[in-house]
Nanobody, 122 residues
Framework: VQLVESGGGLVQPGGSLRLSCEAS????????MRWYRQALGKAREWVVD????????YYDDSAKGRFTASRDDSKNTVYLQMNNLKPEDTAVYYC????????????????WGQGTQVTVSS
């Protein structure tokens, strides 16, 4: 199982970024996906869940109205479009599979990528 995040960078307040997470090693289309973020010195926090068929998407209040999650099962990729970014959005963003199903003896939820750094600053 591999999760590879990309698309982060430095952006000014009010700017936009589109994050991607390419997954491999499991049947991507069968699983919901989740985005988390972790700011320096803080605990990892949940951002959004997107169900496996994309029909249901749930956002943290901080992301509602500004972030949009989507997925392309043909590319095994989940996206996070982030608009109107604020300095408090600065964090490393991670995708994750919220499932306890075992792959190679390890629950999917325990697999993490390297994350992608988002920095919002003027």
């Amino acid at each position: 199982v591999q999760l590879v995040e990309s698309g982060g960078g430095l952006v000014q307040p009010g700017g936009s970024l589109r994050l991607s997470c390419e997954a491999s090693g499991f049947t991507f289309s069968a699983y919901s996906m989740r985005w988390y973020r972790q700011a320096l010195g803080k605990a990892r926090e949940w951002v959004v869940d997107i169900f496996n068929d994309g029909s249901s998407i749930y956002y943290d209040d901080s992301a509602k109205g500004r972030f949009t999650a989507s997925r392309d099962d043909s590319k095994n990729t989940v996206y996070l479009q982030m608009n109107n970014l604020k300095p408090e959005d600065t964090a490393v963003y991670y995708c994750n599979v919220p499932s306890t199903r075992l792959f190679s003896g390890k629950p999917l939820v325990d697999y993490w990528g390297q994350g992608t750094q988002v920095t919002v600053s003027s």
